[in-house]
């Protein structure tokens, strides 16, 4: 690890309060996302979807939905992480480009594709939105680091209600509102001092308990 990702990590802090008329544009916010594309999923399959908005007016309803947390307000975007539970019906398109390639024959490819779908299917609808949380949660981690490091702050935030979320945002059934992320320059005035964490030994069993 450099010594510049353990500063990432260590400076990244959940927010308090953001400093006002700060804006972010949407090539910021594609740098951002350049490096977050790059995060792990089961199967590859990308379940995450992020939708970003930085209008005055939908972050102004989102702020309401976000039971009025006033960091929402002050912020340059707040994006929605949601997680998608049909991501494994895309396995085919997704591997279209390694048969292109010459990685995979079509016949490869359609084999993994078939497993893949099938893997979801018999697992169910409760498999479904674990994995649509579980790789969407892993997407949003990488996107605060990504943030970090392009010199945002961020705060995530599951204080909303997604039905009204997801009425605001106009988001389909498929994808489950997962989290907020709240982005712009943190006040540092208001930053308090980080909340205590577990010593290694209270959170790491090593071997079996
Ligand atoms: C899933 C999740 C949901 C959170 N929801 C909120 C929230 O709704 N509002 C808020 O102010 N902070 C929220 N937080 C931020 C936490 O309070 C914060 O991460 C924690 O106190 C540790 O502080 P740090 O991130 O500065 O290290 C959330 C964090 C996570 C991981």
Known sequence: ????????????????????N???????????????????SAFNLQHAHYVTVTDGDLKEQ????ANKQYKVKTA???IAVLGSTEAHLKARE?????????????????MMAEDTIRFYEERGETF?????IRNASLSAMQFMLAAKAKGWDTCP???????????????????IPVMLITIGKQDA????????RKPVREFVTHQRF
Not at 1 to 6: A, L, P, R, S, V
Not at 23 to 31: R, T
Not at 62 to 65: C, S, V
Request: proline share 4%; no cysteine.
């Open 157 to 175: 935030m599951i204080g909303f209600d997604p039905d009204k979320v997801r009425a605001i945002l106009n988001i389909p059934d498929k994808y």
């Open 94 to 110: 997704l591997n279209e480009g390694l048969v292109h390639l010459g990685v995979l024959s079509q016949q490869e490819a359609d």
């Open 62 to 65: 989102l702020y309401e939905a």
């Open 128 to 132: 479904k939105r674990d994995e649509a």
């Open 1 to 20: 690890m450099t010594q510049d990702f353990e500063a990432i990590i260590k400076e990244r802090r959940s927010a308090n309060k953001f400093i006002e």
């Open 76 to 78: 340059s975007g707040v």
């Open 189 to 196: 005035s208001s930053l308090r001092p980080r909340g205590y």
């Open 22 to 40: 700060i804006a972010i544009s949407e090539s910021e916010l594609e740098e951002i996302f350049s490096l977050v594309k790059f995060a792990p």
